[in-house]
């Protein structure tokens, strides 16, 4: 099934200046079983279903209301010391460091031919800083983290400021996103957007 791009064909906007990558689900892969073992055993309970306590309090986290060891210690349900939340966080980030080697070919072929490539991802402080330096961080001018600017995907405040730092009209900026409410939301604003889902081929969205 062909993805949903949501502000028309890419035809219409041939050379678009600035391509927005979010990171999980597009530049990384989901976390592997191992990874949320892993977590769950540092934990103490269980955290990867949708209803757990370490998605509960997420966004509060991202948007970098919650410190490292406030937001543990929330998702823990008891007082976590500075080393546990650093244990913690040091797991989440790894779980969610496995690089999705496809798009990892879009980013060298859009690098190669100069374009302007940049990062958006719903992502707490600690992540963020570990992340910092990553070989995938290399094809990117911009990077744009909501712990960083304290609003989360997909208020439309963080496409506007996205846009305002790239100084950059929306109609020129294609954001690549594996969430529909983030795609709708940069769509409304007149982002041209690619819905990543599994199965996407980025080269033929893309055009490339």
Request: charged share 25%; glycine share 6%; no cysteine.
């Amino acid at each position: 099934m062909r993805p949903e791009v949501y502000a028309g064909p890419m035809d219409y906007r041939p050379d678009p200046h600035w391509y927005v990558f979010d990171y999980g689900m597009v530049i990384s892969t989901a976390p592997e079983d191992a990874d949320w073992l892993a977590m769950e055993d540092a934990a103490g309970l269980e955290l990867r279903h949708q209803a757990s306590t370490y998605w509960r309090h997420r966004r509060d986290y991202d948007e970098g209301r919650l410190s490292s060891v406030e937001y543990w210690s929330q998702v823990l349900g008891l007082p976590v010391s500075l080393g546990k939340a650093a244990e913690l966080d040091s797991l989440d980030a790894f779980q969610w460091s496995h690089l999705n080697l496809d798009t990892l070919d879009v980013l060298e072929l859009l690098s190669s031919r100069s374009a302007g490539l940049a990062v958006l991802s719903n992502m707490p402080a600690a992540m963020a800083d570990e992340f910092d330096g990553a070989s995938w961080t290399k094809y990117f001018a911009q990077s744009f983290y909501s712990s960083r600017i304290g609003m989360t995907k997909p208020d439309p405040g963080v496409f506007r400021h996205v846009a305002e730092e790239l100084g950059a009209e929306p109609s020129s900026i294609v954001f690549i996103d594996d969430k529909a409410e983030n795609i709708a939301a940069a769509a409304a604003l007149g982002f041209t957007t690619v819905h990543h889902v599994p199965g996407t081929d980025l080269l033929r969205e893309l055009q490339l």
